[in-house]
């Protein structure tokens, strides 16, 4: 969909996007604090930002309960969430083009004018104990959050977490939100039919009333690897694995797109290197890699699950396939592909309103970038064979990596399995 976007700054502080849908049938709406987990003042209450996420939209200045504000919110169908994560807090709605003005105004009063109280508190201790214990069952969420520990991340896993939720009190629900939540430290994006109304729009956002604040920086850990880290789980019926690899700078928008042109050919599609390879040869059901930038480092990350009995045959193709690559053993034909399938995905991501504010949000909330939506094209034809090659030997010479694991038993055959990745870094 046609789209035009503008950065507004508000004399609060707060800065945000204003997409113009013209075709959109519906309006999007997120905001982002600087609010996550890293951000809570201890880590014995650790839990604080989550369990307040989870209050977001209780009692506040205008409804004296959730079931309350839930029923005037969603009278017409309008949806609304929230997230926390390491870093970031965000909440998001969607809602029909008629009522846009009307879903501002209450996202406006459970975001400035929360009404905390003990009797929410005690129920989303309970809401959120039962969350964190279902990740327990899903061995993908039992293990990055290891995976993390052992780089030197400072977080906490999801076990460690539960023990934390009893210590949270109302006064440190309190505090977070005050102290998080200001026009500074606030990002929006916001995506829909816009014409004639960007005026009042922006005159909604002046009136919340937030402190002025400023925009948290991320938290920079000390990270090293070369390192294992198992988690035996009696119950497992395969292995549940994790290749972290770190290097200690942000990487540049070139050598992201160059990493997702690589993680493609490697992993993206049934003929990939080496997910294809693995399923033609029934190894494993599913794999994965993906590569992230952030604020101190970057990381390119493979992951999946595979039989105990299968997993020494995938990791030889884990190895040969990534030290194919790394000796310059990518052919042109497969790069072209791997950029057709990039331009493709594009195209298809702009149908509605959501998608567009999505591909813009995640970039815009990390550092304040605004991409270029008809640049895209261009940029992914620009990625070449050099520069996926340099990225890749780079993430390799940094030698900071760590395999992880979830599985029954399988100390030997993990540290079979590390040993045999060890000869990617030599």
Known sequence: M??????????????GLLIDVPDATVMSFQFNFRAGNRFVKEQDIYETAHIME??????????????????EF??????????TGDLGMEY???????????????????????????????????????????????????????IQQTL?????????????IANVSLANIREHHRRTHTAGNLRFVIAGKLHGRRRIIKRMLESWDLPSGERFKAPKDTLEGAKLSLVRRKEAPNLTFGISMILPRQLSDEESNAMACLNHILTGTMYSRIYGAARKKGLA?????????????SAWDFGGEVNVETAEALFDIIVREVKSV??????????????????????????????????????????????????????????????????ACEFIQSQTWVLGAVASEGGELVESLRTKLATIFE
């Open 74 to 83: 969603s009278k017409n169908g309008a949806y609304h969430n929230a997230s």
């Open 326 to 391: 790394l000796s310059g053993n990518l052919s042109d034909t497969e790069i072209e592909s791997a950029k057709q399938y990039a331009l493709g995905r594009h195209q298809m991501g702009a149908q509605t309103a959501s998608q567009i504010s999505g591909f813009y949000s995640g970039r815009y909330f990390f550092d304040g970038f605004v991409r270029d939506y008809d640049n895209t094209p261009k940029e992914i034809s620009l990625i070449t064979r050099d520069q996926i090659i340099a990225c």
């Open 2 to 15: 046609k789209h035009t976007v503008k950065e507004i700054r508000l004399k609060s502080g707060a800065k």
């Open 54 to 71: 989870h209050m977001a939209f209780g009692a506040n200045a205008r409804f004296k309960n959730e079931h309350a504000f839930e029923e």
């Open 152 to 164: 030197g991340e400072d977080v906490l896993t999801y076990q460690q977490r539960l023990k934390t």
């Open 285 to 297: 059901y599913g794999l994965f890699s993906e590569t992230g930038s952030y604020e101190h480092d």
């Open 92 to 146: 998001i709605a969607t809602c029909a083009d008629f009522e846009w003005e009307r879903i501002l105004d209450l996202q406006q009063v459970s975001i400035t004018s929360p009404r905390f109280n003990q009797t929410e508190l005690e129920a989303e201790k309970g809401n959120v104990k039962s969350e964190l214990t279902g990740y327990l069952n899903n061995y993908n969420r039992v293990l990055w959050p290891r």
